[in-house]
């Protein structure tokens, strides 16, 4: 089965100047390895942690997390390999991590007997490497090989290398992939589809592979024969191959920008392009072809709305047919979360006003059937995929909510009810907690959602340390799940806890998305300032009490609520954030969220500079304490936002902190104890700030 490769990451610069970018005097800072400026990272770093932890509870709260985190009672999630199911699992005695597999006979039970297949901890230290395990490509349909990818420190760049399932050992003179933000396919058992950097004039703008060569064993890499070329100007082009038995496909696949494609299907020798709009995704399983525009579609004298679900048959389509079953179609507080083909069916995921309901499709000669998929509780987050969906219809299900571990259960569609195989521990008391929903006009008017957490007798005096999260961009939706970090750091303590469903998400599908992007941007800060408005009018809190926290895009929200609403809170975290939007586009990834932000190069200037974060902080206004956290290794958002922003404020006079992880990548943090001391940073400087 192969999934359209939906990637987040690259788009063009445009090679006209818009105007003559201003001189930067802290543009020194974004030399990410250089001597001056990890220098000056280390003096931060000291001011931080000189401040936030030297105290007992400090400590405490650190070790409560990193406890959590290495717990050997979480749920090993698993995913199915052949006749195994394998788990990565990292804990105090594994701190890089294990992969391990085992049957599902004795993954049913309490205590699973695991066969270890690679230990990370013993292969960074015999290599002397950092690595982090990005994952594992098996070789269909025996699963006799894999390609593991192994991140130095965390980033996304990583190196991909053959290992045998059988020995267990890498392969000797085997497929090695070098670091690079690369994409590998399996042909066969001797070949590969390798996208990646080639050299000179081989990746797009944004930094991504433009090339796909076939690489056949015992060759030398430089060799190998070009298969597919994009433009340097797309975000990614990649080719590939599904090689699910009697379904065997050549693809290849342009992504122009982050919401906009094309697709290719190899035919008769050569690359055929799939008829669609360029806004919508596509995917295909066994004989069917599944379409998700993200705009309205017109195909003859009908007119499929953006975020629908539709299947047709692959062969009849790629002939010329266009006769489309509706598998989902949107409303205005329903949205497409998710599906997941199975053998013989297809698990829907609705998002219906930001929670899941799960439901089991089944085509017939008359068209499809739609069942309710039990298990899915009130104000909750759930999700179902396929265990192998090309041999079975059996399925994993997950679900949780604020307050509630996640549990796994294992079903069979159409046989009997899902059976739970794990329960995850409570982490955290939830003794007199409640969740609620809430709503709220932000300033045009939109009707803003948003969940509390808060104790049932919670007092309204405006008084209760307040913890206001949110995301608000690239169409992810923030969901009830639960985060036993947020329970043991702060509702365990009294605090509350808000999580607030601005538009840039995808809580309502692509309109909800579409209505926060590029000169529309505001929206989404106003709906966020709307909710934080709306705490203190229902007197939960005051903005002395009350703090944020955001991360990556959140960043950037986090870097407006500071700018532009610095009178709503009494502080803010700032992670791994996006702040300084003239160069963002020259900076690592950058490029490729043009399409969501705009580019500086050209007039599009004239709307960003009004969320620009690090042009619109001044000397002479007072803002809120804030923390500043990234990491070196983060080769996506660069750490250069957070700390000019960070050498700005501090030149200007403002009380800022700055902490930066060597290791970590986009992620922060490298393994469970980088984790947990980041976690405990940032809800210890919270807490200090807002109680």
């Known amino acids: 089965m192969y999934r359209a490769i939906i990637v987040s990451l690259t788009l063009l610069i445009s090679s006209a100047g818009f105007a003559e970018e201003p001189k930067d005097p802290f543009q020194w800072l974004e030399d990410v390895a250089g001597e001056k400026s990890l220098t000056w990272v280390k003096e931060r770093n000291a001011v931080s942690t000189g401040e936030l932890t030297k105290s007992p509870e400090f400590k405490a709260l650190e070790e409560r997390l990193l406890k959590i985190l290495d717990s050997k009672d979480r749920i090993p999630l698993i995913t199915k390999s052949g006749p195994w199911f394998y788990n990565f699992w990292r804990d105090d005695k594994n701190k890089r991590g294990l992969w391990r597999r085992t049957t599902m006979q004795e993954y049913r039970k309490l205590f699973p007997i695991w066969e270890t297949v690679l230990d990370l901890d013993e292969l960074c230290a015999k290599e002397k490497e950092n690595w982090v395990w990005h994952g594992a490509n098996f070789l269909q349909p025996k699963h006799e090989r894999c390609l593991i990818a192994l991140s130095r420190g965390g980033a996304d760049a990583d190196v991909k290398r053959e290992f045998d399932m059988s020995t267990k050992l890498f392969v000797k003179d085997g497929f090695l992939v070098p670091e690079a933000k690369s994409q590998v396919s399996w042909k066969n058992p001797d070949t590969l589809y390798v996208a990646t950097d080639f050299g000179p004039n081989t990746l797009t703008k944004s930094g991504y592979p433009r090339i796909t060569k076939e690489w056949k064993r015992g060759t030398p890499f430089a060799s190998a024969q070009l298969i597919y070329e994009g433009e340097p100007d797309d975000m990614r082009a990649i080719a590939g191959w599904d090689l699910t038995p009697g379904f065997e496909r050549e693809f290849a696949s342009r992504r122009i920008g982050f919401y906009s494609g094309e697709t290719f299907i190899r035919r008769a020798g050569k690359f055929v392009k799939v008829d669609k709009p360029d806004d919508a995704d596509v995917s295909w399983h066994q004989d069917l072809m599944y379409f998700t525009p993200r705009t309205d579609w017109k195909v003859g004298d009908k007119t499929y709305p953006g975020g629908s679900l539709l299947a047709v048959d692959f062969d009849g389509f790629m002939g010329g047919k266009r006769n489309f079953d509706v598998l989902f179609e949107p409303t205005e507080r329903k949205s497409l979360a998710g599906f997941s083909p199975t053998k013989t069916k297809v698990i829907l995921n609705e998002l219906d006003n930001v929670c899941n309901h799960l439901y089991v499709l089944t085509r017939s000669k008359t068209g499809w059937k739609r069942e309710t998929l039990a298990g899915t509780a009130p104000l909750s987050s759930a999700n179902a995929s396929a265990v192998d969906s090309d041999e079975s219809d059996d399925y994993f299900m997950t679900g949780s909510n604020y307050l509630n571990p996640s549990s796994l259960h294992f079903g069979t569609l159409g046989g009997k009810p899902a059976e739970k195989l794990k329960s995850g521990p409570t982490f955290f008391d939830t003794k007199g907690l409640e969740i609620t929903q809430h709503e709220i006009a932000s300033k045009d008017g939109t009707k803003i959602p948003y969940f509390q957490v808060a104790r049932k007798d919670l007092k309204l005096d405006g008084t209760n340390p307040t913890l206001l999260y949110g995301y608000g961009g690239f169409e992810i939706s923030m969901l009830p799940a639960y985060n036993p970090a947020v329970g043991a750091a702060w509702l365990e303590k009294g605090g509350v806890y808000v ?193």
Not at 558 to 582: E, H, R, S, W
Not at 629 to 654: C, Y
Not at 669 to 685: P, T
């Open 499 to 691: 999580v607030a469903n601005i538009r840039g998400g995808g809580e309502f599908g692509p309109k909800w998305h579409q209505a926060a992007l590029k000169e529309k941007r505001n929206r989404c800060y106003e709906d966020f300032a709307a909710v934080a408005e709306d705490l203190v009018k229902r007197k939960i809190t005051t903005p002395k009490h009350l703090g944020t926290m955001g991360g990556s895009n959140g960043g950037l929200l986090m870097g407006n609520m500071l700018t532009q609403y610095p009178d709503k809170f009494g502080a803010i975290v700032c992670a791994v954030p996006l702040l300084d939007m003239q160069r963002y586009h020259k900076l690592l990834a950058g490029a490729s969220w043009m399409a969501e932000y705009g580019n500086p190069d050209t007039k599009d200037w004239e709307f960003m500079k009004s969320f620009s974060a690090y042009q619109n902080v001044s000397a002479g206004m007072k803002y809120p304490r804030t923390l500043f956290t990234t990491s070196t290794r983060d080769d996506r958002v660069h750490p250069g936002h957070a700390r000019k922003m960070a050498a700005k404020m501090l030149e200007q006079g403002h009380d800022v902190l700055l902490y930066e992880n060597i290791e970590g990548g986009h992620g922060g943090a490298a393994d469970n104890k980088q984790a947990a001391f980041m976690q405990a940073l940032s809800y210890s400087f919270l807490r200090k700030q807002v109680k």
